[in-house]
Nanobody, 124 residues
Framework: QVQLVESGGGSVQSGGSLRLSCAAS????????MGWFRQAPGKEREGVAA???????TYASSLKGRFTISQDNAKNTLFLQMNSLKPEDTAMYYC??????????????????WGQGTQVTVSS
């Protein structure tokens, strides 16, 4: 059973930075795609960034340039560096992993495994 555990969330002021981590375990074959998603109260879950095993990445167009996704395969950890945070970035952030081969996408339905989330709160 694949397990994903997020960490690194917290409260920051507008303009600040946070680095989220997602520790993955329990798989026999490393998920080929992993991604970060977020959900604010009363809103649908939206894709933030995703990375594939070949190193390709994709970002939500509104976030590109402020957020960077990366992974440490040796440590089975996914990261999301978030800079220049804004109050509208406030949300629960989730890590997700695909089951098997995947197309690089920010569509949540393409991901089979999900973490419990880590809260990010940005104050003005």
């Amino acid at each position: 059973q694949v397990q994903l555990v997020e960490s690194g969330g917290g409260s920051v002021q507008s303009g600040g930075s946070l680095r989220l981590s997602c520790a993955a375990s329990g798989y026999t074959t490393r998920p080929y795609c992993m991604g970060w998603f977020r959900q604010a109260p009363g809103k649908e879950r939206e894709g933030v960034a995703a990375i594939r095993g070949d190193g390709s990445t994709t970002y939500a167009s509104s976030l590109k340039g402020r957020f960077t996704i990366s992974q440490d395969n040796a440590k089975n950890t996914l990261f999301l560096q978030m800079n220049s945070l804004k109050p509208e970035d406030t949300a629960m952030y989730y890590c997700a992993a695909s089951s098997g081969w995947c197309l690089l996408t920010l569509n949540p339905s393409a991901y089979a495994y999900w973490g419990q989330g880590t809260q990010v709160t940005v104050s003005s």
